[in-house]
């Protein structure tokens, strides 16, 4: 095979070799049907889409999408350059693509190049989810406190019990506002890459204790067991340890929250020569598969019932993994339902010694 590339006044043959470099090269995925609307030629973008042959197929069978066969079918028998969105699912996944087909000279075939804006999408979604949600998250409150002021305001002062529990009512959902402000605020430091995290020889164990320490007695309240298992000697790790404390106090507080009456929460630390993990494991109810890396998006709820019972702003977890981030590390989820959950933090042990930690 040879592609004529027209260079000035010449005209020269690029060989096969060269062609399938090129094509190799590109991000996107493409597909080539000759005149009888069967594949001749695809690149490895395309190859690790669907992962399988397609060479001598229909090209309208690549992707399985109305939209896609309708515009190689008028390219093939119209001559129409055609650009189109579609959805396709793949390999148990739905795929967003943006997908250009056009005509090749004198009818010879069909040249398709598909975009994956799988990833821009989603990430759209989450942003116009976030909007929605911190607006909502907002505005709960803000009734509430507009409703018991302006109450109080019309005559509720006369009546002693009714103003403190107006008032009461207030401040709590004040406190709510305020959580949220300052979880807002820590989340877009945390997204930031302005915002420095000054990074100090630490002993993981010591940050352990503290976290433990200072949410013992929220355990207590619920009737949780908060224990820590951690190593005897010191586990030194270069980074800071505000970003790696708000992690914990997030993971632990959660595990209280969603623990039954009676439940345990454990908190340990394990290491070898390259990496040091931090494990909060509960005895829970557990969390579904299909939610696993749905939870660490803003404001997202499993059980939104149960979570307005619990109280929490709902950007927990996303602070906990963009911190975790910033750290150079990863956050881990492992979950049975009614078995409990253990999230697993990952720390690489030069973890803060690139920029990305500092």
Request: aromatic share 4%; net charge negative.
């Amino acid at each position: 095979m040879s592609l004529k590339v027209k260079n000035g006044s010449d005209t020269s043959t690029v060989d096969e070799a060269h062609l399938r470099t090129i094509l190799d090269s590109m991000v996107e995925a493409v597909f080539v049907t000759d005149d009888n609307g069967r594949v001749t030629l695809t690149n490895r973008a395309l190859d690790e889409l669907v992962t399988r042959d397609v060479l001598g197929r229909r090209g309208k069978n690549v992707i399985k999408s109305k939209e896609l066969k309708q515009a190689i079918r008028l390219a093939r028998k119209e001559g129409k350059a055609t650009g189109v969105e579609l959805e396709s699912h793949i390999a148990d996944r739905v795929h967003s693509f943006h997908a250009q087909v056009s005509p090749l000279p004198d009818g010879a075939g069909v040249v398709t190049v598909l975009h994956d804006v799988t990833e821009l999408k989603n990430a759209d979604r989450i942003r116009r989810d976030f909007v929605a949600n911190a607006s909502h998250e907002l505005r709960t409150p803000l009734t509430a406190v507009r409703g018991f002021a302006e109450t109080l305001r019309d005559g509720a002062f006369e009546n002693p019990a009714a103003t403190l529990r107006f008032s009461e009512a207030i401040v709590r959902h004040t406190k709510r506002l305020q959580r949220l402000a300052e979880d807002l605020t820590v989340l877009s430091q945390a997204e930031s890459p302005d915002k420095d995290y000054e990074s100090w020889p630490t002993d993981v164990r010591a940050v352990c204790r503290e976290c433990v320490s200072s949410l013992d007695s929220f355990a207590r309240e619920k009737s949780i067991t908060l224990r820590y298992e951690l190593p005897d000697d010191p586990v030194m790790v270069t980074l800071s340890a505000q970003a790696l404390d708000h992690v914990l106090i997030n993971l632990i507080e959660n595990a209280i929250k969603y623990s039954s009456e009676g439940g345990k929460v454990t908190v340990r630390v394990l290491s070898n020569d390259e990496q040091v993990s931090v494990e909060v494991a509960d005895d829970g109810a557990g969390i579904p598969l299909k939610y696993h890396e749905r939870i660490f998006e803003r404001f997202y709820r499993v059980d939104k019932g149960r979570t307005r019972v619990v109280g929490g702003t709902g950007l927990g977890l996303s602070i906990a993994r963009h911190l975790t981030r910033r750290l150079g590390g990863t956050i881990e989820l492992d979950s049975e339902l009614d078995v409990g959950s253990t999230f697993r933090v990952v720390l690489p042990l030069e973890s803060a010694n690139d920029e990305e930690s500092s």
